[in-house]
C-alpha cells in the first residue's frame, strides 16, 4: 500500500507558540490530503481538506486562521496550530489516496501537548 | 442523518480465541465500506474494503461481511493474537457527486484488548 508520513510524532509546546505538522506522500502524488483530529477515545473528526496550489476546505466549526493548512507540492502538506492553547492539546492525523474513490492511507498521526 | 454505529465499545478476549465486532450505518449514498485497525497512538492502518456488490473480505485472520440490504457489517478475528488488542474502527464512504472526494463517515471505533 502505499505511504503517508507524518512528522513529528509528538511534539510538546508552550501555550502562545505555533506549531507546525508535516504530512508527506511517500510513494504516490496527492491532490488532496486531509486532516483529522481525534481525542481520547473518540473517533476521528475531519477538520479539513487540503487541496495542492489552492485554500483548503474547512468544516464547520474549525477556526481557518488557527488551524492553517499549505499544500504546496503534490507529495506535502503542512498544518500549522497557531497560538496554540491547551485545549488543542489532541492527536492530529492526516491522509491522503491515490485517487478519488479508492483506499484513503493514514500517516502514523502527531500528538500535541500544549502546556 | 449519516452516522456509523459499532459495538460493542469495548471487548476484552482471551488469545487464541474468535470474536466479531459489528458495524451499523446509515449513510447514503453509499460508495464503500472499510475497517481500519488503531493502535494506542497511532493512525489508523486498513484491514479491508468493500463495495456495495462485496458481503465478504478477508485479509489473513480478519474477515469482513457486508450486508448492504441491512446495512451492517461485521469483522471477525479468527484466533486472536496479543497484537490486535487495538481500536477497530468501520468507515462508510458516500459517493462524492461534484467529482470531489468521497466523504468517510467514522465509527466511534471499539476497543479490543487481548489477554494472555
Known amino acids: 500500500g502505499a505511504v503517508v508520513s507524518q512528522h513529528p510524532s509528538w511534539v510538546i509546546c508552550k501555550s502562545g507558540t505555533s506549531v507546525k505538522i508535516e504530512c508527506r506522500s511517500l510513494d504516490f502524488q496527492a491532490t488532496t490530503m486531509f486532516w483529522y483530529r481525534q481525542f481520547p477515545k473518540q473517533s476521528l473528526m475531519l477538520m479539513a481538506t487540503?487541496?495542492?496550489?489552492?485554500?483548503?476546505?474547512?468544516e464547520q466549526g474549525v477556526e481557518k486562521d488557527k488551524f492553517l493548512i499549505n499544500h504546496a507540492s503534490l507529495t506535502l502538506s503542512t498544518l500549522t496550530v497557531t497560538s496554540a492553547h491547551p485545549e488543542d492539546s489532541s492527536f492530529y492525523i492526516c491522509?491522503?489516496?491515490?485517487?478519488?474513490?479508492?483506499?484513503?492511507?493514514f500517516g502514523q498521526g502527531t500528538r500535541l501537548t500544549v502546556v | 442523518k449519516n452516522q456509523v454505529e459499532q459495538s460493542p465499545q469495548s471487548l476484552i478476549i482471551l488469545e487464541g480465541k474468535n470474536c466479531t465486532l459489528q458495524?451499523?450505518?446509515?449513510?447514503?449514498?453509499?460508495?464503500?465500506l472499510r475497517w481500519y485497525k488503531q493502535d494506542t497512538g497511532r493512525g489508523p492502518v486498513s484491514l479491508t474494503i468493500m463495495t456495495f456488490s462485496e458481503n465478504t473480505k478477508s485479509n489473513g485472520r480478519y474477515t469482513a461481511t457486508l450486508d448492504a440490504d441491512t446495512k451492517q457489517s461485521s469483522l471477525h478475528i479468527t484466533a486472536s493474537q496479543l497484537s490486535d488488542s487495538a481500536s477497530y474502527i468501520c468507515v462508510v464512504s458516500l459517493t462524492a457527486f461534484s467529482g470531489g472526494y468521497n466523504k468517510l463517515i467514522f465509527g466511534a471505533g471499539t476497543r479490543l484488548a487481548v489477554h494472555p
Open positions: 491522509s491522503a489516496g491515490r485517487q478519488r474513490n479508492t483506499e484513503a492511507f
Open positions: 458495524c451499523n450505518y446509515t449513510v447514503s449514498p453509499f460508495s464503500n
Open positions: 487540503s487541496n495542492e496550489g489552492s485554500k483548503a476546505t474547512y
